[in-house]
């Protein structure tokens, strides 16, 4: 209604002050040119640019249709850039190229935005990609447990070194600790009746076949 009344009380000015600088906004908007434009809306543009659609009324309809059009056109080039992205993405296998690739797929497809809607629904190869993003994204997810301190090969040797000093923890009031340092791991004993250190490093070695190769050293 208010666009009505503007034209209708100067024409030229509602073309000139309202309608393409509006136009102008809304292309940079969604990153479209004139040229980007099916011929039709082109000739429209260039028609209503020129000041060869003079009446109020038509004004306001190339005007609205051109709008229409230019949003339909940059709804569908961004979708194709979000495409092409995807597909970049999933081809380097770089877990963050994926995840920023599915974020804003997922937005433009939930977006409160008709136009996008629209591309969204035109574009069947979306929904394929969605799928392959979220699969790739939920594998790379999924870590590996670390080991923890108490897998076989750790229980195995500690047995052998306590089994190899001959003490008696309960006994003799046996404190361990232990101290990681690259692939070699070192137990301190502390004999508290008895005021003495016993100082046991043991080196371990996975085999191809997958046993295990040990050897102690005990220092007294």
């Known amino acids: 209604a208010d666009k009505r009344r503007a034209a209708a009380a100067d024409a030229e000015a509602y073309r000139r002050d309202t309608a ?19 011929a039709a809306t082109q000739t429209q543009y260039e028609n209503l640019k020129n000041g060869e659609i003079t009446e109020p009324d038509a004004i306001i ?3 609205k249709l051109i709008t229409e059009k230019i949003s339909q056109q940059g709804a569908s080039k961004k979708l194709n850039h979000l495409l092409t992205q995807a597909k970049k993405a999933l081809k380097s296998g770089q877990k963050a ?11 433009l497809t939930i977006a409160d935005n008709v136009y996008w809607q629209q ?20 594998q790379n997810n999924t870590k590996s447990p670390t080991p923890g301190f108490f897998r076989p090969q750790v229980l195995v040797l500690l047995f052998l070194v306590l089994a190899l000093l ?14 990681r340092q690259s692939n070699q791991k070192n137990f301190l004993f502390s004999d508290n009746s008895l005021g ?16 295990l190769t040990f050897s102690v050293e005990v220092e007294i």
């Open 166 to 179: 001959g003490l008696n923890q309960e006994k003799r009031g046996l404190e361990i600790k232990k101290h």
């Open 119 to 138: 591309a969204y629904e035109a574009q069947p190869e979306t929904n394929s990609l969605l799928s392959q993003l979220r699969n790739y994204s939920g």
């Open 97 to 107: 190229q994926i995840e920023t690739a599915l974020k804003e797929l997922v937005a």
């Open 61 to 63: 309809a190339a005007e």
């Open 196 to 211: 003495k250190w016993y100082a046991t490093r043991y080196f371990s070695r996975e085999e191809e076949d997958g046993g």
């Open 20 to 38: 393409l600088p509006s136009l102008a906004k809304i292309m940079t908007k969604n990153e479209i040119t004139e040229n980007e434009l099916d």
